[in-house]
C-alpha cells in the first residue's frame, strides 16, 4: 500500500476538489456526491485486492483488475444511474453525464497509477 496508496488517494483528493469547482461554478443546489463515494470506495479496495492476490502469485493483477473494473462499472451502473433514472429526477441527465465523466477520470487515473505500478515490480 505504501506505493499505490497515497498516489491513489490525491486522485481521489483532486478529483473531489474539481468536483466541488464544478458545482461552485455552475451554482448547483444539490451536489451528487453518491457517485464520488461510491468510486472512492471501490476503488481502494479493488486496488487493494488486485494488488494482494499479485503478491501472492504472479500475473494475477491484470486479469482482476480488469475483471473487477467491469463489475465495479455495472454495479456503479445499477447502483447510481437505475435509482435516478426510476425515481425521475429533474436533472437526471446532468447526474448521469457527472457519473460516467468521474468514472472515466476515475479509470485514466488508476489504469495509468496501476500501469505504474505493475511496471515497478
Do not use: C
Amino acid at each position: 500500500m505504501k506505493t499505490w496508496g497515497p498516489p491513489l488517494l490525491l486522485t481521489y483528493a483532486l478529483w473531489l476538489m474539481l468536483h466541488g469547482m464544478f458545482y461552485y461554478v455552475l451554482d448547483r443546489e444539490g451536489v451528487f456526491w453518491v457517485g464520488d463515494v461510491y468510486w472512492i470506495g471501490t476503488g481502494v479496495a479493488l486496488f487493494g485486492l488486485a494488488q494482494s492476490l499479485e503478491a501472492q502469485k504472479k500475473g494475477r493483477f491484470i486479469p482482476v483488475y480488469f475483471v473487477g473494473g467491469l463489475l465495479r462499472m455495472l454495479l456503479g451502473l445499477g447502483a447510481v444511474i437505475l435509482p435516478l433514472s426510476l425515481r425521475d429526477a429533474p436533472n437526471f441527465q446532468s447526474a448521469a453525464l457527472q457519473f460516467v465523466a468521474a468514472y472515466l477520470f476515475m479509470l485514466v487515473a488508476e489504469s495509468a497509477l496501476a500501469i505504474f505500478w505493475i511496471k515497478k515490480q
